[in-house]
């Protein structure tokens, strides 16, 4: 059993900068892929990045080069950092866990990007 918390969302401007934080318990975390994903306002809910156990990460085409994905397995933390934000960012975002045949969820955090 895995559950999440994420925190750090908010309300920022256009160009700035926020980083996510996603506090897993469970002592499975260290053996679970883990991914960031997001939804906007009457849109799906859409994967931004993930990052295997082994710390290889990827990224959607979106925010490649303005979002780092990274995991601390002591801290059974994830974060993202998001960089260069843009009005289009703006949405809940939520972090996934999966572990073997299971997936998890936290409750997300709002990001919201001004102009």
């Known amino acids: 059993q895995v559950q999440l918390v994420e925190s750090g969302g908010g309300l920022v401007q256009a160009g700035g900068s926020l980083r996510l934080s996603c506090a897993a318990s469970?002592?499975?975390?260290?053996?679970?892929?883990m991914a960031w994903y997001r939804q906007a306002p009457g849109k799906r809910r859409e994967w931004v990045a993930g990052?295997?156990?082994?710390?290889?990460?990827t990224y959607a085409d979106s925010v490649k080069g303005r979002f780092t994905i990274s995991r601390d397995n002591a801290k059974n933390t994830v974060y993202l950092q998001m960089n260069s934000l843009v009005l289009e960012d703006t949405a809940v975002y939520y972090c996934?866990?999966?572990?073997?045949?299971?997936?998890?969820w936290g409750q997300g955090t709002q990001v919201t990007v001004s102009s």
């Open positions: 469970g002592s499975i975390f260290r053996f679970s892929a």
């Open positions: 990052i295997t156990s082994g710390g290889n990460p």
């Open positions: 996934a866990a999966t572990a073997g045949a299971n997936n998890y």
